[in-house]
């Protein structure tokens, strides 16, 4: 098939996946995959929610095949408005879930973490989430948001364009180790490599602060191993799943088969994510691409409930 008319496929089947009735019948079988598995409903490490003004320029973004996304078609499956987006995760039974925002510039930071917690007040089932960026008041407005009672913390290595080891950030690492608040941070160089992202930067932070609860997003996708590594190394770094071992990432950024063992051996410290709702294919096929590896129903309760359930003590 021609790339054009795959596309057009793939177009298709993206408006028959998000009509009402086939929303209804993914979150019964959403439904159904975690009720299988004995789970209560499942926890999303990652999902998106921001002042819609900005997530439409996002959603605009990937719209265009920019840059940062690696010039990829990426067809928004979950393009509703918010409150439709947050009673649908509650449709697929997802008991828990992120709001991720990230700023890509200075001034930006403190704004979105005045909004978050105004999500997380009036969203149930949303763990309050705040953001940082390399200025001068970065360590003062993360101490008032872990004050504020903020539950986890995004930091986007890539889209920012920052160094996550840069000294303005230091004493804000600090803080959060010891608050023991995790962070879940986009520091990979999938789908398309910043000046800052893979293994390296953030592994300066990590020796700087080993008991910094790093969440690292995306599998660290394509450094996948490198990522590994530094699990490996520190007791307190996790990974989420988001995108990873989808068909879509699958096709340009390959899990390596031989390090399944290690996931297995990971299995108390990865976390299920989806990226909800900026996916260019259903939700459930996230679940599907997890459990199609095959370490495991008790692999799965892990990842799908349990160890976020564990780590934001729900
Ligand atoms: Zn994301």
Avoid at 56 to 83: C, M
Avoid at 141 to 150: L, W
Avoid at 200 to 215: F, W
Avoid at 262 to 275: E, M, P
Wanted: include cysteine; glycine fraction near 8%; aromatic fraction near 10%.
């Amino acid at each position: 098939m021609s790339r054009s008319s795959e596309e057009l496929v793939r177009e298709r089947l993206h408006q028959v996946s998000s009509t009402p009735t086939a929303l209804d019948e993914e979150a019964g079988e959403i439904r159904r995959f975690w009720g299988g598995l004995g789970l209560p409903g499942l926890i999303d490490v990652h999902t998106h929610f921001m002042p819609e003004r900005v997530l439409h320029k996002v959603w605009d973004y990937f719209d265009d095949h920019g840059p940062l996304i690696g010039g990829l078609g990426w067809p928004i499956t979950y393009r509703k408005q918010e409150a439709e987006r947050t009673a649908l995760l509650r449709e697929f039974g997802v008991r828990a879930f992120t709001a991720m925002l990230y700023p890509h510039k200075p001034d930006m930071a403190r704004w979105l973490n005045g909004w978050a917690a105004d999500f997380a007040r009036r969203t149930p089932g949303c763990l309050h989430t705040a953001t940082l960026y390399p200025e001068p008041d970065v360590e003062t407005y993360v101490r008032e948001a872990v004050e504020a009672g903020a539950r986890v913390f995004k930091a986007h290595v890539q889209v920012g364009a920052y160094d996550p080891a840069d000294e303005r950030l230091q004493r804000a690492w600090g803080l959060l180790a010891e608050a023991r608040v995790p962070v879940v941070m986009h520091c990979g160089s999938g789908p398309a490599p910043g000046r800052h992202t893979g293994p390296e930067p953030i592994a300066r932070v990590l020796a700087r602060h080993p008991k910094l609860r790093l969440i690292v997003a995306h599998m660290g996708m394509p450094e996948y191993e490198e990522f590994l590594d530094l699990a490996e190394r520190h007791d307190e770094v996790r990974l989420d799943t988001t995108m990873a071992f989808t068909d879509f990432t699958e096709r340009f950024m390959p899990f390596p088969h031989r390090a399944l063992p290690r996931l297995t051996a990971l299995g108390d410290r990865v976390l299920l994510g989806s990226d909800f709702p900026n996916i260019p294919y259903p939700y459930l096929h996230q679940l599907h691409a997890l459990e199609r590896l095959g370490l495991g129903r008790d692999w799965l309760r892990a990842v799908c409930h349990d160890n976020a359930a564990t780590l934001f003590g729900l």
